[in-house]
Each structure stands twice: as structure tokens, then as C-alpha cells.
């Protein structure tokens, strides 16, 4: 070659490092010289030779971006151009015809992936994904190149640096064989997906991973990534690349669930303007349909949710675009009442309603008048059937009724959406809710919301425990129609006295008559008076006779005890009693409906009527001091002895009770208050006695829970006692100490809401003050010799105890408070830890933990009270002689000479010096430095991590943060103006001709 052509060669690469330039023009300029050439080697090698240039520089620099740019485009400026299926059963039998150039720079790339340097990796890797993604759709290359690249990626996208890792699953994209199971490129990925430390890592492979029955669940578990960006990223690859009907209804309340409910008001935003409107298109734009798709009778919230999230985006006319399903009344037909239909009435209703004085008019238009719609609820609710035992053991009826059950709940919360300040509709509810309360063949399901929409309504709170009480009466003591039986002994005795009346009378006017022929008149005044007071006696008893020959129906109030009828005045109770002020004292009205309703429901031989009553009863506990006393000793029988939900529920009372009045009402008993006051001494001193020992069989019940075989006693137990131990009505390092243990325990990884219960309380309570900070540090030691002394076959043996002994440092920092200190001079807590490590180091220099404790010395921040210092001095030089280990060894004299050297005090002080064990060095570059809530989370999820850390020196070199290029962004970013970028591209700008022009580096 030429100097001429050597000169053309290198001054396409230097006017290819300047972005303006016209890479079209530089492409078809050096490819024409190509062309031209008969022997083509040359060219490559000066070719390969420049481009070295830009591949040995890691950074992201836009000069060396530039080039790579030039250089895929000229690479692939000679890719054969698809060939029609004439031309290809013409050259059926010829031999493959890649490109001389395109073969060579791919050989090149695919040599230099294992170069040493991470910055060839990449730029190999780069290449290789800028050339397979300039091709043609259909473009096609050779089975041997195929596999040759498949294979370099396949290892590439395993290097240890992100960035390499990045370009090496952007190049496979194009190699995926979504058909094929065994395809390794998508085994690769979903690998990637599961196991990848690196967010940008993870971002990269599900933007382009193809979509199939296989990766969809992959996918579908990023939307749950620690990390913001791939969660949002996760739900626009479904959004755009899945159908609704390739998900199933699992999967969509699940999708909707977590982005309605995430942290991040990103991907929140993603769920409600990407992957709604794309299941909405999908489905025509039906939105009764997509409902029928996410089965809102078993999924309600969601379902509202997603509506909610839906009209947030509407204009006013398209809310009432859907209103034809409405009649003339603003209610739907009792016949065309659906699911979907009347759970989409609600939410528009209640989205209207929650726009204030703005949507009145608009709600006037989707819903009727308050005695409008009572009526109509009325009416509805009276039409659900009653099922015998018989119907219920049928499927079809059962269900029918559960769909029609569900349909009056809708219908019943759209009650809080008519207006009830016009006096005639607001007694108009009032009068149907307790009409409909009291009717018995109201389904039990709707008891309590139609209770709480009654109290809702009624504004004075003495009037809710009468309305609700008298309710409650009609419904336990409902009035009944008896009908009186015929006594015919009675009967029988009513004729034997009307004959003799009338044998008498026929005496008596014989008698009369007698006398008037002896013309004896005053006797005859006499008999005739007799005579008319047997005839009314006749008269009399003639009269009964009739009434008692024919039966009666007669009004009385019967006392019902069957357990459907308990259940259902429970429930009414239990909801006043939620509703009531915590601060109302018991009234007379409450009194009675515990002696006479809730105490004997307690004894009732079924269960639901049983969980009920407790529930009642401990509500109404927390209204009465004198009740809780009176009725402590029954929860804590109940808690131990019952069925597991009764008991839960008891157990609920019992911490709510002990949260409110605290330990000291487990002590005071009526009898103690009642003791004469020459035996007050002896009383005092056996009450206190009595009172140390009730508490303390209390929380040795309470944590017994703790080992309890059922995970939801197990779970209410451990809440319990984190809220006791955070209001400060425990401090029990030992109690602390078995929470931590239980975290960590592998028999509760499936107990989600015990670990994230327990998750969020270890973070709060140790940073809420210093007291609790010593509880923690306190606890330290034992919680680490029980998990160092656990047999081989206890759980706690997976543990890793590095990944706890983090959590406590973690928890210790004093930089953690919520209200750090402001003197560095002050004994802070991790001092105490310290000297509790050396203590426990002397104790016996030998033992296996004593690298642990020495490797968790130097991730303390000690304060800089002198004393301290000095006792710690003391200890290590005591350490340092009797400690063979000689890693041990080194990281004491470490810290000897920090505690003696003030300066490089204050260096180990402006430095995060943890690093968690089980973080590698890729996600600590990528993730910035670790918080403790991350650092307790691993722990928790991951019990044997590797134990030990890498080097700092090697930590930084694979610390380099990854660009995600082609990984679409997250978050729209601020585009700085021309002139400051411009300027600040000047300060950072990197020129390659310095190095191109050193001629003796030319081959």
C-alpha cells in the first residue's frame, strides 16, 4: 500500500473522532479505496491497526465512541444484500460469500474478547453488538460465524466487569431462538435475570430478551427487583412485548398490585400509562371486558384501583361516555347487574365524588337521589335467596348467590356516595339499612359494611349504641306471632257450668211463678233479680266459650340463640365497637350487651361465634380499665387454649390491652384493692411479688409463641412484641435477641410478613434512641453464641453469623440515630461493643470467632473519649500477645495504631469503612456504598454467603460503573444547554491523534 493510501486510512480515523463530521461520506469514501485494492490484507491489518487505538480506552469518551461508530458502519457497508428465493435457488449449490472484510473484522473482535484488558473486552463486545444490530432483518451469515460468536458472548456475558457483561447480552439478542427450549443464549439470560449483581446488567438482558412461555415468569419476577430502573423497565418490556392473554388472571392482580403499591412513583407511572393503556388497546378499548380479565369478584381493590388509575387520565366527557348502561333513573337494571358493571359504577361514582364541589353536577348524572336509591337497594337486597343446607352443597346456586352477595356489597359502599344532608333521603337510608339489618334473610357477609354505613350516617355517637342496640334486640328478641292451642279440658268445664247455670235459671222462673200465684211479691222481687244474674252469668260464660273454641294469634318476643343469629349481633357490635371513641367509657347500653350477648357468646360451642365474642370483648376491654382487669385472666386461658384463630384473636386483645395500660394492669386485681388496711404491708410486698411474677409468665407465654409450629401465631406474637418493645413498654435484650434469631431462622423464609414485620422494626427501633441502641448492643453477644454453639441439625446452622454480626454494627452506628450526636467525645455504643469483643477475644485467644470479632473491630466508629481509648489500648496490647492468628494478629496491631495515632483516627472516621461480605465488587461499584437496611436484608435472604471479602485494591479496579447503553432510561434526564455541554466537553475531551501520530507504533 501506499504512502498516499496510508495517509487516506489515517485521516479517515482522525476526521471519524469528530462527531460533525459526515460518517456516510468517510464510509463510502474508504470503502470505494477498498474496492479498488486487489489484495485486501494490507488493508485490514492497517485498518485493525487504528482502530486499537479507540479499543484500548475504557471511558466513555465521545471521540472513541465516534470511532466505534465509524467503524460499525464501515463494517457493515459490506454486508451482501438479502438475496430473493430466486437468487437463492440459483446459488443453492455455491459456497457461502461473506464478505472478505465483514468475515476478517468479526474474526479480529471475536480473538481480542479474552484479552486481558477489561477494555478490549469491551469494546469487543461493543463492536460485536453494533455490527449484528446494523444488519438487515433477514440478514443471514455463515453456521460457523454464528457459533463462534455465540460462544465468545456466552463467556463474555460472565465477565466480572458490568459494562462487559452489558455489551455481551446486547449482542446475543439477535442470536435468540425464542422456539427452541434449549436455546443457550436464553438460558444465558434468564440466568443473568436471576443471579446478576449488577442493575444495569439486568436491565440490559430484558431489553431485548424475546418473549415466550419460558421467559415470561423471568420477566414477570424483575417487576419485584430491588432496583427502581428494572422494575420500571420490567413493565414496559410487558407492556409493549406481551399480551393480556398470554398472562393469567394470577399474573395480572399481581402486575396491577405491585405497581399500584411500589415505592417508586416511577414505575408507579409506568403501570398506570404504559401497561394499562396497552391491555386496554389490546382489548378494543372495552374496559367492562378487562375487568372480566382481572375477575373482580375475587380481586375488588384491585379492580378499583385500576379504574381510579384509569379515570386520572380522562376528561370529564369520556367519564360519562360509558354511562348508556344507565336507565332513566341514573341506576343499572336490576337484570343487567354484572360484576364488572357494578364494581365500574362504584369506582366512577367514588372518583367523581372525591373531586369535591367539582363533580356534584357530574355525580347528578351517574347516580339518583338518596330515596331514589334506597329503594333500589332495597329491592335488591331483598331478591338474594336464602340457600337450605341441600342448595348449598350445589356448586352452581352457591356460587349465584356469592356473585349476587358480591354485587349488593358494590352497591351498599355506593352509599357513601349519595347526598344525605336533604333531611327526607337521609332518613330514607336510615329507615332501609335498619330495616335491612334487621330482615334475617340478610346474608351475613353484608352485616358489617351495612352496619358501618349506618354509623356513618347517623352524626351523634350516643345515637349509634342505641340504634345499633335496638337492631340488635329485633334481631336476637325478634316479635313473633303465636298462636294459643285449644284447652278442651277448659271447654269441657265451661259446659258443665253453663248447664248448671241454666238449671238453675229454669228453677228460678218455676220457682217465680210459684210465687206470683201465691201472690208473694217480695219474694218474686227477689227470684227475678236472681234470675237476670244467672242470665248474664250464662251470657258470660256463652261468650268464653266461643272465644276459647276458636284459636288466636298472639304478638310475644321470642329469644333466638341459634348461631347464625349470635354471629350476626356480634358482628353489629363488634363494628359499633370499632367505631366508638377509644376515649368513651363503657355506658349502660354497652354493660348489658356484655352481660347479656358477648360473656355467653364466649362459651358457645362454635367457633366463628366464639372468635367474634373475643374480638367484642377485647375492643370493649380498651374502653374500660376495670373491664381489661376483670377479664385479663380469660384472654390469656383463651390464647393458650383455643382454636389458632381464636386465639390469635385473643392474643391481639391481650397486646392492645398491655400497649395501652401496660404491665402493670396484669397486677392489679380487684382483691389486692379490697385488702384492710392493718395487712397493707404484707398485701404491698405480695402484690408486687405477684406482680413481677404475672408479667413475667406473660412474656414467657408471649415469646413461647415465638416457636410456635403455626406460622400466623407465630407472626402475631412476633408483631406484638416488636410494638411493645418500640413503645418502650419492654426492654429485653434476651426478648431482642430471639427476634434476631427468628429473622435470621431459615424456618421463617416463607413467612413474608414476619420477616418484613421484623425488618422495619429492627431498623426504627435501633435508631430511635441511645437506650435502645444498648438493648441491641446488649444482645449482641448472646445472639452470636447461640448461632456459633447451634448443633449441625438446628436450623440456625445455615446462618452466616458475618452477615449478622453487620446487622448489629449496622444497628449500633451512632450516625444511625434519627438525632445523632454532636460530640464526637461522648462513650457512644460501639464503644461498648468493643471492649465486650476484646473481653469475650480473652477469654479464649484460640477459638474460631475470634477472626470474626477482629474483622468487625475495624468497621466500628469508636468515639474519641480518651478514656475509652486508653482501656481499649489496654486490651489490645493484652490481645496482641496472647493471639497467634496471624490475620487476626495484623488487624488488632491495625487498630492498636489507629487508637495511638490521632490523625489516622480521624481518617478511619470520614470513611465508610463496612463492606458486606456478600456484596461483590460489581454491585458495590454499581450500587454506591451499602445501606444498613440492605445489608440486614441480604443477611436475611441469603444464610451462607461467602465469608470472606475481597482486597480494596481489587474492589476498586472492578469498580468501574456500567453506561447501560442501548437499555432504554428510567428516568428522563435534564438535558443540559449546547453551551454547557459544549464546555464541558472541552475539559474532559480525549484526542486519539497524539497516539496515532507516534509513527514508530505503526507496523
Keep these: 500500500m501506499t504512502a498516499d493510501n496510508e495517509t487516506d486510512m489515517k485521516e479517515a480515523f482522525q476526521r471519524a473522532q469528530k462527531g460533525h463530521n459526515n460518517k456516510a461520506k468517510l464510509v463510502a469514501s474508504l470503502k470505494s479505496r477498498y474496492n479498488k485494492l486487489e489484495d485486501k490484507t494490507p488493508f485490514h491489518e492497517e485498518f485493525v491497526h487504528y482502530l486499537k487505538y479507540a479499543m484500548i480506552v475504557y471511558k466513555r469518551e465521545p471521540v472513541v465512541e465516534n470511532v466505534i461508530e465509524f467503524v460499525a458502519k464501515f463494517a457493515a457497508s459490506f454486508q451482501t444484500a438479502p438475496k430473493t428465493e430466486e437468487e437463492e435457488e440459483e446459488e443453492e449449490d455455491d459456497e457461502d460469500d461473506d464478505h472478505p472484510f465483514l468475515s476478517f473484522i468479526f474474526s479480529f473482535l471475536l480473538e481480542s474478547h479474552k484479552a486481558n484488558s477489561h477494555a478490549v473486552r469491551f469494546r469487543a463486545c461493543q463492536l460485536v453488538n453494533k455490527l449484528l444490530g446494523s444488519m438487515a432483518e433477514n440478514a443471514q451469515i455463515d453456521d460457523d460465524l454464528f457459533d463462534r460468536i455465540h460462544q465468545a458472548m456466552l463467556v463474555r456475558v460472565t465477565d466480572k466487569f458490568p459494562n462487559v457483561r452489558i455489551q455481551a447480552a446486547l449482542a446475543m439478542a439477535r442470536l435468540q431462538q425464542p422456539k427452541d427450549p434449549d436455546c443457550p443464549t436464553i438460558s444465558a439470560y434468564m440466568l443473568i435475570l436471576e443471579n446478576d449483581s449488577n442493575a444495569e446488567v439486568r436491565r440490559a438482558v430484558l431489553s431485548c430478551i424475546a418473549m415466550s412461555p419460558q421467559t415470561l415468569p423471568k420477566v414477570i419476577k424483575r417487576t419485584r427487583d430491588v432496583k427502581e430502573n428494572v422494575r420500571k423497565l420490567a413493565y414496559q418490556v410487558l407492556a409493549d412485548k406481551v399480551h393480556i392473554k398470554a398472562l393469567t388472571i394470577a399474573q395480572r392482580v399481581g402486575l396491577l398490585q405491585q405497581g399500584f403499591h411500589d415505592t417508586s412513583e416511577a414505575v408507579r407511572e409506568v403501570v398506570s400509562g404504559r401497561l394499562l393503556p396497552a391491555w386496554l388497546q389490546q382489548l378494543s378499548g372495552d374496559v367492562i371486558e378487562l375487568l372480566h380479565r382481572l375477575d373482580v369478584e375475587n380481586c375488588a381493590e384491585t379492580a378499583m384501583e385500576t379504574l381510579k388509575a384509569m379515570f386520572k387520565s380522562m376528561a370529564a366527557e369520556e367519564l360519562l361516555q360509558n354511562r348508556e348502561q344507565l336507565d332513566n333513573r341514573n341506576v343499572i337494571p336490576v337484570d343487567c347487574l354484572t360484576c364488572e358493571n357494578v364494581i365500574y359504577w362504584r369506582a366512577l361514582c367514588e372518583f367523581i365524588k372525591g373531586k369535591g364541589d367539582d363533580g356534584d353536577e357530574m355525580l347528578d348524572q351517574v347516580l339518583p337521589d338518596a330515596s331514589t336509591y334506597s329503594d333500589y337497594l332495597s329491592g335488591y337486597l331483598k331478591m338474594i335467596p336464602v340457600l337450605s343446607e341441600e342448595q348449598r352443597a350445589d356448586f352452581n346456586q352457591l356460587e349465584l348467590v356469592m356473585t349476587k352477595e358480591f354485587i349488593a356489597q358494590q352497591l351498599i359502599h355506593l352509599i357513601g356516595c349519595l347526598d344525605t344532608n336533604e333531611e327526607g333521603g337521609r332518613k330514607r337510608v336510615l329507615a332501609v339499612l335498619q330495616e335491612v339489618l334487621a330482615l334475617p334473610q340478610t346474608p351475613s357477609s353484608l352485616i358489617s359494611l351495612l352496619t358501618e354505613k349506618l354509623l356513618a350516617i347517623i352524626p351523634d355517637e350516643q345515637r349509634h349504641i342505641q340504634s345499633v342496640a335496638e337492631i340488635i334486640s329485633d334481631v336476637r328478641e325478634p316479635i313473633m306471632e303465636v298462636r294459643q292451642v285449644v284447652d278442651e279440658n277448659q271447654s269441657r268445664r265451661q259446659q258443665v257450668q253453663l248447664a248448671e247455670v241454666k238449671v238453675r235459671v229454669l228453677e228460678a222462673k218455676q220457682a217465680l211463678e210459684d210465687c206470683i200465684t201465691a201472690q208473694e211479691f217480695s219474694r218474686a222481687a227477689e227470684l227475678k233479680d236472681s234470675i237476670t244474674n244467672l242470665e248474664n252469668q250464662r251470657n258470660q260464660i256463652l261468650q268464653e266459650s266461643s272465644e276459647s273454641s276458636e284459636p288466636a294469634d298472639k304478638e310475644v318476643r321470642i329469644e333466638k340463640n341459634d348461631p347464625e343469629t349470635l354471629l350476626r349481633c356480634l358482628t353489629m357490635c363488634a363494628e359499633l365497637l370499632k367505631q366508638m371513641n377509644i376515649k368513651r367509657p363503657v355506658d349502660p347500653i354497652i354493660s348489658a350487651l356484655m352481660s347479656s350477648l358477648i360473656l355467653p357468646s364466649i362459651a358457645s360451642a362454635h367457633p366463628a361465634v366464639r372468635n367474634m365474642a373475643m374480638v367484642c370483648l377485647g375492643t370493649c376491654t380498651l374502653h374500660s380499665k376495670e373491664l381489661a382487669k376483670t377479664h385479663m385472666v380469660l384472654l390469656l386461658q383463651i390464647a393458650q387454649l383455643d382454636e389458632v384463630k381464636i386465639r390469635i384473636s385473643a392474643l391481639r386483645a391481650i397486646i392492645d390491652l398491655l400497649l395501652l395500660f401496660g404491665f402493670q394492669l396484669l397486677s392489679e386485681t380487684s382483691s389486692a384493692q379490697a385488702a384492710q388496711p392493718d395487712e397493707q404491708d404484707d398485701n404491698a410486698a405480695s402484690a408486687e ?133 454532636t460530640s464526637t467525645e461522648e462513650v457512644c455504643v460501639h464503644d461498648y461493643l468493643a471492649v465486650r469483643m476484646l473481653g469475650e477475644m480473652l477469654k479464649d485467644p484460640t477459638a474460631p470467632e475470634v477472626r470474626l470479632y477482629t474483622k468487625t473491630l475495624n468497621n466500628l466508629e469508636l468515639s474519641r473519649d480518651e478514656r475509652v481509648r486508653e482501656d481499649l489500648q489496654t486490651l489490645l496490647q493484652q490481645l496482641v500477645q496472647v493471639v497467634k492468628d496471624r490475620v487476626c494478629l495484623r488487624a488488632l496491631e491495625k487498630m492498636l495504631h489507629q487508637l495511638m495515632d490521632s490523625k489516622e483516627q480521624e481518617e478511619v472516621f470520614s470513611k465508610s469503612t463496612l463492606q458486606p461480605s456478600d456484596v461483590i465488587a460489581d454491585e458495590a461499584a454499581a450500587d454506591g456504598p451499602p445501606k444498613p437496611v440492605k445489608t440486614a436484608k441480604r443477611g436475611q435472604r441469603k444464610g451462607s454467603t461467602a465469608r470472606g471479602g475481597r482486597k480494596p485494591s481489587r474492589r476498586a479496579e472492578s469498580s468501574e460503573e456500567s453506561d447501560g447503553e442501548n437499555v432504554p432510561e428510567s428516568v428522563p434526564v435534564v438535558r443540559p444547554s449546547r453551551r454547557a455541554k459544549t464546555a464541558a466537553l472541552e475539559k474532559t475531551k480525549l484526542d486519539l491523534n497524539p497516539l496515532i501520530n507516534q509513527e514508530a507504533n505503526v507496523s
Excluded at 734 to 745: A, C, G, I, P
Excluded at 786 to 796: C, D, E, F, R, Y
Design 689 to 821: 411479688e405477684e406482680k413481677e411474677d404475672t408479667a413475667q409468665s406473660t412474656l414467657l407465654m408471649l415469646s413461647e409463641f415465638l416457636d410456635s409450629e403455626v406460622s400466623d401465631l407465630r407472626t402475631e406474637a412476633a408483631q406484638g412484641l416488636a410494638k411493645l418493645m418500640y413503645t418502650g413498654r419492654i426492654s429485653s435484650a434476651k426478648l431482642l435477641s430471639r427476634l434476631v434469631l427468628l429473622w435470621y431462622n431459615p424456618v421463617t423464609e416463607d413467612d413474608t410478613q414476619l420477616r418484613h414485620c421484623l425488618g422495619v422494626f429492627f431498623q426504627l427501633y435501633a435508631r430511635e434512641s441511645r437506650a435502645h441502641q444498648e438493648v441491641v448492643e446488649e444482645s449482641f453477644l448472646p445472639t452470636v453464641r447461640t448461632l456459633l454453639n447451634a448443633p449441625a441439625t438446628s436450623p440456625l446452622a445455615e446462618v452466616d453469623v458475618n452477615n449478622v454480626v453487620e446487622l448489629f454494627v449496622e444497628l449500633t452506628r451512632p450516625s444511625a440515630l434519627f438525632k445523632p450526636p
